[in-house]
């Protein structure tokens, strides 16, 4: 894309001037400014400005495309939309939305991309801003131009309705919700009852020429053997990983969660030709997770599972990226202090988690996307997010302050044992999240950030 500006050398990084930035708000630099007056420490601090404006600073573009507002969000240092990525980026500047007619445009433009996308392709996870074919070209699923990435993850076409249920909820502005929005919001619960798989497997299948098992589907495309439980089955997981089973409870959970805040919307935008295939959904995965969703642990006692295929078989286990067990109560799904999420937090967060690693640079949770021995950013995050405990948080913080290894950015992954040894250097779902948890420390546990 044309527009898209090259933004470098990340080592000591600073902001782009005002000019330079891909999208500029002077409301944003106001809140900047304001927060981080009330940040002592200046490594903290230059930190949270770096972060919180990353998504605008480097990732953001709206501009008039045919005549409509549009807007378009790479996630960093790939230059394609990801649905889940997108909404997660520019979450944190909802609030800012109130204030600033220019964020709430270019959210707009958001939530209209996302429809445009999803209509475009409802399978597909990753898009561009041009009619072309990319990277994963040779895929062998249906690949069409404007699609970067053709990976069936549940969480994909739950996120743009939880962006447009929150922009509703802070601004109360029904533009967005017009009759392409509306026809992307039918064609997804069609694809939710289409991907529940109780009249068989449905038209998506997935492959790809690789040596990595768990970037491409097996069983000629069509991913592992399941019985139907009423969940939503998802090819792979929020890391882009393929599901080991079909059924990914996190994932379920938020759309769960999800789904009855749009019967909310619905209600109040008087839309109701899609109410009742939603309650059917609602109904369904509420079922299936109360069968399927729970598992007996011998050491931790009730705890959820992390996909489960219906037969009996499950895996018990945590992902970094989100949706996953850890961030259930940063996603609205229980309360902190819920018994069964307790359990399963103290499970996640030890070494029975075949993805929780511990080393000289840290501990915390990984993924199989980065191998073994990686801790990402964003499961701190989610971790001190999902703290009632001072100590704990701080430790989380002081290993985020750490894992930016002097470039004034947060990564997807850090090395175990060596904080300079990471993955992904623009990356900005993670800055955006970490953005966000210092500003909620700020206003929730004043004085605790004095104490990194």
């Known amino acids: 894309m044309s527009q898209l500006k090259a933004f470098g050398d990340f080592q000591n990084w600073v902001r782009p001037s005002a000019t330079s930035r891909a999208f500029y708000s002077p409301e944003l630099d106001a809140f900047l400014d304001e927060i981080a007056q009330r940040i002592k420490d200046p490594k903290v601090r230059q930190l949270f400005i770096n972060t919180f404006a990353n998504t605008l600073d480097t990732t953001t573009y709206n501009y008039v495309r045919e005549g409509k507002n549009h807007t378009y969000i790479i996630t960093g240092d790939i230059e394609a939309m990801w649905l889940r990525d997108s909404t997660a980026q520019v979450w944190h500047y909802l609030p800012l939305a109130k204030s600033s007619k220019d964020i709430e445009k270019l959210l707009i433009g958001l939530i209209g991309n996302?429809?445009?996308?999803?209509?475009?392709?409802?399978?597909?996870?990753?898009?561009?801003?041009?009619e072309k074919l990319g990277y994963h070209a040779t895929d062998k699923t249906a690949m069409l131009p404007g699609v970067h990435e053709r990976k069936w993850e549940l969480d994909s076409l739950i996120y743009p309705l939880a962006l447009a249920i929150e922009f509703w909820n802070m601004t109360e502005n029904p533009e967005p919700f017009d009759?392409?929005?509306?026809?992307?919001?039918?064609?997804?619960?069609?694809?939710?009852?289409?991907?529940?798989?109780?009249n068989g497997h449905g038209p998506y299948f997935f492959d790809r020429e690789t040596s990595n098992p768990i970037d491409t589907l097996s069983n000629k495309g069509q991913g592992p053997t399941y019985k139907p439980t009423g969940m939503?089955?998802?090819?792979?997981?929020?890391?882009?990983?393929?599901?080991?089973?079909?059924?990914?409870?996190?994932?379920?959970?938020l759309a769960l969660k999800t789904l009855k805040s749009l019967i909310i919307l619905f209600n109040e935008l008087r839309l109701t030709s899609l109410v009742e295939p939603t309650l059917e959904l609602i109904e369904d995965i509420s079922s299936g997770l109360d069968i399927y969703g729970l598992i007996d642990h011998p050491d931790f006692g009730t705890i959820y599972a992390y996909e489960v295929d219906g037969q009996g078989n499950y895996v018990c286990m945590d992902d970094a990226n989100v949706p996953s067990l850890l961030s259930l109560p940063f996603l609205g799904v229980c309360d902190v202090d819920d018994e069964i999420y307790q359990?399963?937090?103290?499970?996640?967060?030890?070494?029975?988690?075949?993805?929780y690693y511990a080393g000289v640079a840290g501990s915390g949770i990984g993924s199989p996307h980065t191998g073994n021995g990686t801790i990402w950013p964003i499961s701190l995050i989610i971790q001190a997010?999902?703290?009632?405990n001072d100590e704990e948080i701080l430790d989380c913080l002081r290993m985020?302050?750490?894992?930016?290894?002097?470039?004034g950015l947060l990564h997807e992954?850090?090395?175990?044992?060596?904080?300079?040894?990471?993955?992904?250097?623009?990356?900005?779902?993670?800055?955006?999240?970490?953005?966000?948890?210092?500003?909620?420390?700020?206003?929730?546990?004043?004085?605790?950030?004095e104490r990194i």
């Open 114 to 130: 996302q429809a445009r996308c999803i209509l475009k392709d409802p399978y597909a996870n990753a898009f561009y801003d041009e």
């Open 343 to 355: 359990a399963t937090r103290r499970f996640i967060l030890s070494p029975e988690n075949p993805h």
């Open 232 to 253: 939503v089955a998802s090819s792979f997981r929020a890391s882009d990983d393929a599901c080991t089973y079909p059924f990914n409870i996190p994932e379920n959970l």
């Open 179 to 198: 009759a392409t929005w509306l026809d992307s919001i039918a064609l997804i619960i069609s694809i939710l009852k289409v991907q529940q798989r109780i």
């Open 400 to 407: 985020l302050v750490k894992s930016s290894a002097g470039t």
């Open 413 to 449: 992954s850090f090395n175990v044992d060596d904080a300079t040894d990471y993955t992904r250097p623009w990356f900005a779902w993670c800055n955006s999240l970490f953005g966000a948890l210092i500003v909620r420390l700020i206003n929730e546990r004043p004085g605790l950030l």
């Open 385 to 388: 997010s999902t703290s009632n």
